[in-house]
């Protein structure tokens, strides 16, 4: 369900989409056409050089062995931290487990120390047509399935078709300009794509879409939820299954592809574990005791005052800092403007006024965390000061469709006198309302019609009610029929699949050099009216879509950086989403019984897959 148009937007819809049908469409910098390449880079040359071993962030030396039990600190699509019902997660249907995606392997692989780069995994090479529409992928002979059948380019074709029409709807998105997917013989697989597209979807799609086996799914319905481990390819695959409360992953010994150079060095333990947990406190636990190895903290209370158990005090569990990746980060509320309650830019402003940071962080956060300010924080794409001359031009075509105040100061969000109830944000909060139609009858608002202006916060987990109570009650305070709902997460992935809430938090990392394809997943008109996507604010502006559209044509990393500050610009003014809060660096604690290679890599920090046992740490902290 998308958001309706009235005349104003219609027109402005029209006059937005002839400036982006105008937009040039961009190119992989430099890159050579008709002849086989090892590797893609959106901009400028591969680090790797096409004889290269493996890595340099990761271990080729390191002993394999042990368990990894952890609470991942990230996951995709439908995963689900807390519960899982399905194997398939790549599917827009019920909760998958995280990590699921290590069962399967793509034709590429990101470099983890690049940006923007990939080189052949199931693909020993790709061929780039000269007008950089198909690509040829040349598939390695001895890719296996796990049952030792050959993994050929006929199931990466039906792959890539399944997930086109039925996959995650960020996968759909993702290949929405992909229309020709031909397997020309065993060994060769041909995308082809409209011209549409941006150039640079293919880095996204060749390292992201996995490959099933076709001949599995000959006598199965990819769209069931089902808990039957799919046949995999893999450096891991489902061992151990305890519905809702553990997968294990076991990694594969005669793993086709372990001493290829984008694998060799990594996946050293032989199992993965995880352990589902509904609450974070029970989760918290397990971990003191040693059940779980290794977390990541999210809560900066229990990370100041709760991690000074005995196994802390006895330095058998390490707390540390580690740096963040230097990729855009995304911690916002999303208000939902497929609503009519919402679809007024100064309701959204209002609502902003009313989180305290100030307060909040002081007695909530123990200023741990840093005020978001950009929907692309802690990435060089995050809007400063004044826009650039090179943002001018950009912004300049645009301009009759671009809010004033977009070619002034970069908006930040509203401070506070650290009262939790400033004065002056929640009186500029009722004027508004107000001015946006809205009138109070008995202390609360009401629209023209008297329906009342309800906001309902949607949580799936109590750890996030005492943060949010605060913002709930300065929302009442001004006349906002506010509440806060706690739902199990199963019931919470229905409610997001299904665009069924008011306003919901969401935290993303995205990919450190944007497509216009990864963009229209989260902001794009395209995704506004697909069920499951991450478009939760129901954004549908043709101004974002053009400037989204732009970003196909950046034919270098500057002008990428441009296109993107002023887009961050102009969804900071929107208020769509809310930034609220972010952590600079993560905060991890684990059983010290590691080894792990330093520097982190900049672009990841898969720890489960780079780090490895060390026998003689864990005997001594008694873990053997």
């Not at 290829?260 to 352990?275: A, C, K, M, T, Y």
């Not at 300010?373 to 400063?384: G, I, T, V, Y």
């Not at 750890?463 to 739902?487: E, H, M, Y």
């Amino acid at each position: 369900m998308g958001s309706r148009l009235n005349r104003r937007d219609l027109l402005k819809y029209s006059s937005a989409a002839a400036l982006s049908a105008l937009a040039p469409r961009g190119a992989l910098a430099e890159v050579k056409t008709g002849v086989p390449l090892y590797g893609l880079s959106a901009f400028g040359e591969l680090k790797y050089p096409a004889d290269f071993t493996h890595f340099e962030y990761t271990n080729p030396d390191a002993p394999k062995g042990g368990t990894f039990c952890f609470s991942p600190g990230t996951w995709f699509f439908n995963q689900s931290p807390q519960t899982f019902n399905t194997l398939n997660g790549f599917s827009a249907r019920g909760d998958a487990p995280p990590r699921i995606e290590l069962c399967f392997d793509t034709l590429m692989a990101s470099a983890l120390d690049e940006p923007d780069s990939i080189y052949g995994l199931v693909a020993e090479n790709v061929t780039v047509s000269e007008d950089k529409k198909t690509f040829v992928f040349k598939m390695r002979p001895e890719a296996r399935f796990h049952d030792g059948s050959p993994l050929t380019a006929h199931d990466a074709a039906f792959s890539y078709e399944t997930l086109k029409t039925k996959g995650h709807p960020d996968l759909i998105v993702l290949m929405a300009e992909l229309k020709e997917i031909v397997a020309q013989d065993d060994h060769t697989l041909r995308l082809g794509f409209s011209g549409k597209h941006s150039d640079r979807a293919i880095l996204d799609i060749a390292a992201t879409i996995p490959i099933f086996s076709k001949a599995w799914y000959a006598t199965r319905d990819f769209d069931a939820s089902t808990l039957e481990a799919p046949l995999g390819s893999g450096a891991y695959r489902a061992a151990t299954i305890l519905v809702g409360q553990t997968i294990e992953y076991e990694r594969v010994p005669d793993y086709w592809a372990k001493d290829l150079p984008v694998q060799r060095g990594s996946n050293h333990f032989d199992r993965i574990r995880i352990e589902f947990f509904r609450e974070r406190q029970a989760d918290f636990e397990s971990f003191k005791k040693g059940d779980i190895y290794w977390r990541t903290e999210s809560v900066a209370k229990t990370w100041i005052t709760e991690y000074n158990f005995p196994a802390i005090q006895q330095k058998r569990v390490v707390k540390r800092e580690f740096s963040s990746e230097k990729r855009p980060v995304l911690q916002a509320w999303a208000i939902n403007e497929r609503r009519e309650q919402f679809r007024d830019q100064r309701v959204r402003e209002a609502i902003a006024l009313c989180f305290d940071f100030e307060w909040t962080s002081k007695n909530f956060f123990y200023d741990v965390y840093n005020r978001s300010q950009s929907l692309f924080e802690k990435s060089e794409f995050r809007a400063e000061g004044k826009p650039s001359p090179e943002e001018l031009v950009v912004m300049e075509p645009l301009r009759d469709t671009l809010p004033p105040e977009i070619f002034g100061d970069a908006l930040l969000q509203p401070t506070s006198d650290g009262s939790g109830r400033d004065r002056n944000n929640l009186r500029r909060a009722v004027e508004l309302i107000t001015a946006a139609g809205f009138t109070r009858q008995n202390g609360k608002f009401a629209d023209s019609k008297g329906k009342p202006l309800n906001l309902e916060l949607l949580i799936f987990a109590e750890v996030f009610t005492r943060s949010s109570t605060p913002f709930i009650n300065n929302l009442n305070a001004i006349g906002i029929n506010a509440s806060l709902r706690l739902v199990d997460p199963t019931q919470y992935q229905v409610r997001l699949q299904d665009f069924d809430f008011d306003m919901i938090g969401a935290a993303y990392s995205l990919g450190p050099t944007p497509t216009e394809e990864s963009l229209q997943a989260m902001f794009g008109s395209k995704s506004a009216a697909i069920p499951g996507s991450t478009n939760f604010a129901g954004l549908a502006d043709p101004t974002v879509d053009a400037l989204i559209q732009k970003v196909s044509g950046a034919k270098s990393r500057a002008e990428l950086i441009t296109i993107m500050r002023v887009l961050d610009r102009l969804l900071r003014i929107r208020r769509d989403w809310i930034p609220n809060w972010y952590s600079a660096n993560h905060l991890i604690a684990y059983w010290d019984m590691f080894g792990f290679k330093e520097p982190k890599p900049d672009y990841g920090f898969p720890v489960e897959t780079l780090w490895w046992r060390d026998e003689a740490k864990a005997k001594a902290i008694g873990k053997f």
